[in-house]
C-alpha cells in the first residue's frame, strides 16, 4: 500500500531562519495536499500539487513537486513565531476519493 | 465561507459507555470523511461516506460505527468506548471529484478521553 513518509519528525528554529519539511512517496503521487495544524485544532489547507515540477507560494511558503511526482517539500522562508504548528502532507490516491496522510513535521519557532 | 463543524472540541466519557460525534458541513458536500489522528501514527481514516445512507470502511473501522441519514451531517458512534479510543478525532467533508478539486476541509476537531 502507499505510504508517505515525512521528515523531520519535528523541528525546532529560531525567528528568522528558513526551513524545509519533506513528503516522500514510495509511489506516484496523484494530487499531493500540504496542511498546517495548530494545536488541538483541525487542518488548515495551505496547497496543493499535481504536476510534476510544480511549485506554489503562499506569503512566505513555498511548495514544490519533483518532477517524478514522488517527492514534495515545503520551504518556509524568514520564520515566524506564527508558523508555528504541525505540518502535514496528503496525498490522493489513484481511483478514489481518500487520502493517505504523512505522520507530520512538528515545528517550532524560537522568537 | 466554507465550514465543518464537529459537536464538541472536548468529550470525556467511560469505559463502555456509547459514544456519539457529530460532523455537520454546510458546503453541500457529498463525501465526508471521519479520522483519527495519534501521535506518530498521523491521520487513519475510519470511514468515509460518499452519498447519504452510504458508506465505506477506512483503514481502522474495527469498533466503530457511523451514520449517514441528511446529506450534511455524518456521525461516528463508538458502540462501546474503550481507553485505546482516547484520541483526537478530525470530520472532513470534500466534493465527489479527483485532483485538483478534490480538497478536503476538517473540522476543528474533538479531543476524546475514555477513562
Known amino acids: 500500500s502507499q505510504e508517505l513518509e515525512q521528515s523531520p519528525q519535528s523541528l525546532i528554529v529560531q525567528e528568522g531562519k528558513n526551513l524545509t519539511i519533506n513528503c516522500t512517496s514510495s509511489?506516484?503521487?496523484?494530487?499531493l495536499y500540504w496542511y498546517k495544524q495548530k494545536y488541538g485544532e483541525g487542518l488548515i489547507f495551505l496547497m496543493m500539487?499535481?504536476?510534476?515540477?510544480e511549485e506554489k507560494s503562499h506569503e512566505k511558503i513555498t511548495a514544490k513537486l519533483d518532477e517524478k511526482k514522488q517527492q514534495s517539500s515545503l520551504h518556509i522562508t524568514a520564520s515566524q513565531p506564527s508558523h508555528a504548528g504541525i505540518y502535514l502532507c496528503?496525498?490522493?490516491?489513484?481511483?478514489?476519493?481518500?487520502?493517505?496522510f504523512g505522520t507530520g513535521t512538528r515545528l517550532k519557532v524560537l522568537a | 465561507d466554507v465550514k465543518v463543524t464537529q459537536s464538541s472540541r472536548y468529550l470525556v466519557k467511560r469505559t463502555g459507555e456509547k459514544v456519539f460525534l457529530e460532523c455537520v458541513q454546510d458546503?453541500?458536500?457529498?463525501?465526508m470523511f471521519w479520522y483519527r489522528q495519534d501521535p506518530g501514527l498521523g491521520l487513519r481514516l475510519i470511514y468515509f461516506?460518499?452519498?447519504?445512507?452510504?458508506?465505506e470502511k477506512g483503514d481502522i473501522p474495527e469498533g466503530y460505527s457511523v451514520s449517514r441519514e441528511k446529506k450534511e451531517r455524518f456521525s461516528l458512534i463508538l458502540e462501546s468506548a474503550s481507553t485505546n479510543q482516547t484520541s483526537m478525532y478530525l470530520c472532513?467533508?470534500?466534493?465527489?471529484?479527483?485532483?485538483?478539486?478534490?480538497?478536503?476541509?476538517f473540522g476543528p476537531g474533538t479531543r476524546l478521553t475514555v477513562l
Open positions: 472532513a467533508s470534500s466534493l465527489p471529484k479527483y485532483p485538483p478539486h478534490n480538497e478536503q476541509f
Open positions: 509511489k506516484t503521487l496523484y494530487g
Open positions: 500539487l499535481q504536476k510534476g515540477g
Open positions: 496528503g496525498a490522493a490516491t489513484s481511483g478514489t476519493y481518500k487520502y493517505i
Open positions: 458546503m453541500d458536500h457529498e463525501n
Open positions: 461516506s460518499y452519498d447519504v445512507k452510504m458508506k
